[in-house]
């Protein structure tokens, strides 16, 4: 399985950002995808999760409202529009593709290289 994440950028507070992840290699459907981050000097953190037929999804407390994970299955890609971004939402973002809809990174089997989302106050 491959992952390739795109959509990073530099975006004012408040602003709003795209991520894209495109998967290939094995059947998409077949898995959960989801979205983590890593800010400089600090663990991942689970940021949002979609199970594989889009019905069940998952966010993060600290992303709840703001941001928005979904799938197409025909296009293998899965995405997460980032609104009313914030200074601490500053960090690498990598999706991650696993067998079962979890919060848990350790669950998850493949992951992309991630794309850089930096927000300025």
């Known amino acids: 399985v491959q992952l390739q994440a795109s959509g990073g950028g530099l975006v004012q507070a408040g602003g709003s950002l795209r991520l894209s992840c495109a998967f290939s290699?094995?059947?998409?459907?077949?898995?959960?995808m989801g979205w983590f981050r890593q800010a400089s000097g600090k663990e991942r953190e689970f940021v949002a999760t979609?199970?594989?037929?889009?019905?069940?999804?998952y966010y993060a407390d600290t992303v709840k409202g703001r941001f928005t994970i979904s799938r197409d299955n025909a296009k293998n890609s899965v995405s997460l529009q980032m609104n009313s971004l914030k200074p601490e939402d500053t960090a690498a973002y990598y999706c991650?593709?696993?067998?079962?809809?979890?919060?848990?990174?350790?669950?998850?089997?493949?992951w992309g290289q991630g794309t850089q989302v930096t927000v300025s106050s």
């Open positions: 979609i199970s594989k037929g889009g019905s069940t999804i």
């Open positions: 991650a593709a696993g067998v079962i809809t979890t919060i848990r990174g350790s669950l998850y089997s493949y």
């Open positions: 290699g094995r059947t998409f459907s077949d898995y959960a």
